[in-house]
């Protein structure tokens, strides 16, 4: 009698416990092997391949194909094809139906650290890999079932300049928004360390501020921005670091809003500007920039309030303008700013599609929209083939219902998220269904036999939990409804380990 009622008491410590971290999933990390922070967390090896069908498929390069699949073995993309011709080459395998494959998306102009982003948010929600545009340096990360992140570390400024004078730091660091230079030398000597700390490019400002509804305009933390003109990067120390930059094999990115800053950057030779101006810019330098082949990264959304309202001229002529001329263009929201999405935002996407079509939109200009936030952004960021799916490209793989292009919102909300080979959200499959639990619980205890025993055990279900007590290890392994995770829990110490995804563990064992 006793034994029976610690056993009862023990399952609803642990049904509270469940139920108690099933209301805060956030607190668990998608991050390396341990999803918890315990250390002991188990996550599956990645299946030796999978193959994903759909009613139709876009590879980042080509128009969208109709009734394909993809084939992915372990983190790679390995072929895509016809299901039919597919089909002898892997049992793993998932019918998404009426939806569309997509390679993952590229954000090309993020600060996840410095504004304190939830990475494993924007991984979610469709994002698998950020170039991050200002913050503190560190060396590239992530890309197996993690976020993807490339740093250029600290934006080099002028003293006393942006971004320093907005956003703090006093005399900035490696370690802040900005790091501030005063000679050619100096100029040097930090760009040597950025790139020696893992910095994959290097970002300037040459900023002077005063543009009509820039963000940087506005008061931070109540305080308003100090009188302009802010001092800017003389023109020999911006050519000094665009210089050395790419004697060491990286690009040089810039921060400018106005016409001054841009002849600047151009003089010095820039490959990207990580906006489009603000201010409304002179027509030969659009078509300088367009000549000399600069790179612009979109962040309409961001900056919609940049016109000025006498003349209505700012950031929607320019795109305009640009586009006519020929420009390059690769998609950036900036995540970590206001009022934009955690992850894919449809609405920068929408403004791209109509500043950048001309006076009619066709379906070339639909799928070109969607080429810059995949193989166009891989592509300028020096990371083909990441970007596409196409034969020995990352395992980066999202998939919404219904058709992207006829509408770009639903992206915001995929319903598979594929990092590395590792799946990150997958809802198109009843992963719950009785016979998919049996299978799983089974193969799971005649794989961890020391931490599952004895095998067997009947499957009980309570509110959104499925889980199977293990006496003789006083273990509990369980499934939630809720979130469709793994969840394993020795009693005696009354810790619940989340050890990710079902869809994770499916392949590995056979169960799919």
């Not at 016809?82 to 998306?105: E, H, M, R, W, Y």
């Not at 698998?128 to 570390?153: D, H, I, K, N």
């Not at 309409?300 to 006498?310: G, K």
């Not at 829990?489 to 499916?506: F, I, V």
Request: with cysteine; aromatic share 8%; proline share 5%.
């Amino acid at each position: 009698m006793k034994n029976r009622k610690y056993s009862i008491n023990i399952k609803n410590l642990m049904l509270s416990m469940m139920l108690w971290q099933g209301i805060s999933l956030s607190a668990f990390s998608h991050e390396g092997v341990d999803h918890t922070g315990s250390g002991t967390s188990e996550v599956p090896e990645l299946p030796d391949c999978q193959i994903l069908a759909a009613t139709r498929l876009f590879d980042g390069i080509n128009f969208p194909q109709e009734n394909m699949a993809v084939l992915i073995e372990g983190n790679t993309i390995k072929q895509v094809d016809s299901l039919t011709k597919l089909n002898g080459l892997c049992v793993n395998q998932i019918n998404l139906g009426d939806a569309t494959i997509l390679p993952g998306f590229i954000e090309s102009h993020a600060h996840i650290r410095f504004q304190n982003v939830d990475k494993n948010i924007v991984l979610e929600h469709g994002i698998t890999t950020v170039q991050e545009t200002g913050g503190p340096l560190f060396a590239s990360e992530g890309g197996q079932g993690t976020l993807r992140l490339f740093s250029v570390g600290p934006i080099i400024q002028a003293v006393g300049g942006y971004p320093l004078n907005i956003f703090g730091g006093g005399d900035g660091g490696y370690d802040k928004i900005g790091i501030h230079v005063a000679s050619i030398t100096e100029a040097e000597e930090v760009v040597t360390t950025l790139v020696a700390g893992g910095a994959t490019a290097i970002k300037i400002a040459l900023e002077p501020g005063g543009e009509m509804g820039a963000p940087w305009m506005q008061p931070h933390a109540g305080v308003l921005p100090p009188p302009t003109p802010w001092p800017i990067l003389s023109q020999d120390i911006t050519n000094a670091i665009v210089a050395k930059a790419h004697e060491l094999g990286k690009r040089v990115l810039v921060h400018v809003g106005e016409n001054t800053g841009f002849e600047r950057a151009l003089n010095a030779g820039v490959d990207e500007f990580a906006h489009i101006p603000c201010a409304e810019i002179d027509e030969d330098l659009l078509q300088r920039a367009v000549d000399q082949g600069v790179t612009f990264v979109t962040t309409i959304d961001t900056l919609s309030s940049c016109v000025n309202s006498a003349t209505q001229k700012g950031i929607h002529s320019n795109t305009m303008s640009l586009a006519s001329k020929g420009a390059k263009f690769i998609y950036g929201s900036e995540i970590g700013h206001d009022n934009v999405p955690w992850g894919i935002n449809g609405e920068e996407l929408h403004k791209i599609l109509h500043l950048t079509s001309g006076e009619s939109i066709d379906f070339a200009d639909v799928v070109n929209v969607l080429k810059s936030v995949t193989s166009k952004a891989g592509e300028h960021l020096r990371l083909a083939p990441l970007g596409t799916l196409t034969p020995g490209a990352p395992a980066d793989v999202i998939a919404v219902r219904g058709n992207p292009f006829e509408k770009f919102k639903i992206l915001e909300y995929p319903e598979l998220v594929i990092s590395g080979g590792r799946t990150i959200v997958n809802k198109f499959i009843n992963q719950l269904s009785a016979t998919t639990l049996e299978c799983f619980f089974a193969w799971a205890e005649g794989t961890y036999p020391n931490e599952l025993a004895p095998t067997g055990a009947s499957t009980e279900v309570s509110n959104a939990y499925s889980y199977r007590y293990y006496s003789s290890t006083n273990a509990y392994l369980g499934v939630s409804s809720v979130d469709n995770h793994v969840y394993y829990m020795k009693a005696e110490d009354g810790l619940l380990q989340n050890a990710g995804p079902l869809s994770n563990w499916l392949p590995v064992s056979g169960c799919q």
